[in-house]
Each structure stands twice: as C-alpha cells, then as structure tokens.
T-cell receptor, first 113, second 112 residues
Framework: NAGVTQTPKFRVLKTGQSMTLLCAQD?????MYWYRQDPGMGLRLIHY???????AKGEVPDGYNVSRLKKQNFLLGLESAAPSQTSVYFC????????????FGQGTRLTVV | DQQVKQNSPSLSVQEGRISILNCDYT??????FLWYKKYPAEGPTFLIS?????DKNEDGRFTVFLNKSAKHLSLHIVPSQPGDSAVYFC???????????FGKGTRLSVIA
C-alpha cells in the first residue's frame, strides 16, 4: 500500500524556471494538502483541496499554483522559481475533515539557485 | 502571529527516562490537537491526538495531556527509547474544518 507518493524526491532549479510537483494518494482521501518545511519554521500550509476540482489558499500561497483535476492527484506548480522557494515540500492527505489524521508523503527537496 | 508554539527547539533525555514535550496555543477555538513525529528525510507520521472534551489520551508509551484553561498540551513518552529520537510537531485545529496549524517542532534526542 503506497499511501502518499511525491514526485520527484529532489530537484535543483535555476531562478525563473518552472516546475510541477506531483502528489498521488491511493487511499481515496477527499482532502489533500501541500506544506513547506523550512529550518526553524515548522510546517506551513501552501494550498489545500477539500475535494476533486477544488483548491484553496493556505498560509503561504504566493508564488505557487495548484490543481486537483483527479481525486487521487494534487499538483503544485512553481511558475517562476525564486531562491526563497528553496525548501522541503510535503504533500499530505486525509480522509475526513481537515482536523483529522493526515498522511504525509516522503517529501521533495527543492533547491533554487 | 504564531497560534501554536513549541518553545523548546530541542530536548535531550536519557534512555529509559521520561520525555516531556510541550506545546502552547493561543486560539481558544482550537478543539482538536495532534502530535506528529518526523525522522530525517521522511514525512511526518501521526502519533497521537486528543479532543478538547478530554484531558488525557494514552497510547502505549505515549500520553498526551491537555490543559484547556492554560491553553497547553504536553506529550509524555515513557520510557524513552533511542528510536524515539526525532522531531515532534504539535498541531491544532478547530471544529470549523479549518486546516491544521503546526508548531515549529521540538527535536528530541534520546541518549543511550
């Protein structure tokens, strides 16, 4: 049982380049989330989705876009990467409401140079 | 403005002793609290939770205590084991179905 899978695991981008991070979950969860983790900052919510076709902004949405075209996938896009977006990105999903246990992927380490 | 605070960035405990990790919150609407554990190069994993209708929840070596009047919760690990060495995140939410708010984490080191 794969759970939550993130692709890729590592990536180095040049400033101004674009990329998409893919998150896939096989648990039929309604809710999906993208977080970033920075040293000393904990986990901060970027965007989230409460169901297929829906997205909403989290705490730090600027510079990112998301799409949830299929229930099992949640994509995070960076249109023009900046060094401030160097971080570890985690995707998560949960079955019930947003105050229930979330299952996390293994993370994507992104470096923008 | 941090709504969930973990004021101790790190904690060292000897194997076999008790580890106590603390978490404070400012939002009185929070009514559900969770603890996550994170090993290096892995995603966080759910550890234990507590609803505001309770003041204690126990699961094996892990117990979470909630003091609503003080807006404080703590995670007790007894006895601590080297495999417990990880970063622990406290998270909180309200029944209005808003996303979890995480603290900055506490790095626990259990020394053999």
């Amino acid at each position: 049982n794969a759970g939550v899978t993130q692709t890729p695991k590592f990536r180095v981008l040049k400033t101004g380049q674009s990329m998409t991070l893919l998150c896939a979950q096989d648990m039929n969860h309604e809710y999906m989330y993208w977080y970033r983790q920075d040293p000393g900052m904990g986990l901060r919510l970027i965007h989230y989705s409460v169901g297929e076709g829906t997205t909403a902004k989290g705490e730090v949405p600027d510079g990112y876009n998301v799409s949830r075209l299929k229930k099992q996938n949640f994509l995070l896009g960076l249109e023009s990467a900046a060094p401030s977006q160097t971080s570890v990105y985690f995707c998560a999903s949960s079955r019930g409401g947003m105050n229930t246990e979330a299952f996390f992927g293994q993370g994507t380490r992104l470096t923008v140079v | 403005d941090q709504q969930v605070k973990q004021n101790s960035p790190s904690l060292s405990v000897q194997e076999g002793r008790i580890s106590i990790l603390n978490c404070d919150y400012t939002n009185s609407m929070f009514d559900y609290f969770l603890w996550y554990k994170k090993y290096p190069a892995e995603g966080p994993t759910f550890l234990i939770s507590i609803s505001s209708i309770k003041d204690k929840n126990e699961d094996g070596r892990f117990t979470v205590f909630l003091n609503k009047s003080a807006k404080h919760l703590s995670l007790h690990i007894v006895p601590s084991q080297p495999g417990d060495s990880a970063v622990y995140f406290c998270a909180a939410s309200d029944s209005g179905n808003t996303p979890l708010v995480f603290g900055k984490g506490t790095r626990l080191s259990v020394i053999a």
